[in-house]
């Protein structure tokens, strides 16, 4: 399995962006799938994640401005994130998890700044 991020960058305050992973291999519509980030200095923490039946969860921090999704037929998930913080400057890292099975992407950079 394969995870790759994309969507990150530089955006001001208040501004959104989209990021998305695409995932390779046949057991994406059956796991659960999450965006992580870790900031510089700080240790990684769960943003976001979505079940195999559509059920959410969201960091307390991120509730009401982040969404997550999932396209099962494209094998990818998504984080839109809407009225951007610096605070949520960070490199986000996309999560496949079944099992005992658990893969990582290789993260996104996000910088919050004006």
């Known amino acids: 399995v394969q995870l790759v991020e994309s969507g990150g960058g530089l955006v001001q305050p208040g501004g959104s962006l989209r990021l998305s992973c695409a995932a390779s291999?046949?057991?994406?519509?059956?796991?659960?799938m999450a965006w992580y980030r870790q900031a510089p200095g700080k240790q990684r923490e769960l943003v976001a994640s979505?079940?195999?039946?559509?059920?959410?969860k969201y960091a307390d921090s991120v509730k009401g401005r982040f969404t997550i999704s999932r396209d099962n037929a494209k094998n990818t998930v998504y984080l839109q994130m809407n009225s951007l913080k610096p605070e949520d400057t960070a490199v986000y890292h996309c999560?496949?998890?079944?099992?005992?099975?658990?893969?990582w992407g290789q993260g996104t950079q996000v910088t919050v700044s004006s």
């Open positions: 999560n496949e998890r079944f099992g005992a099975r658990d893969y």
């Open positions: 979505i079940t195999s039946g559509g059920s959410t």
């Open positions: 291999g046949s057991i994406f519509s059956i796991s659960v």
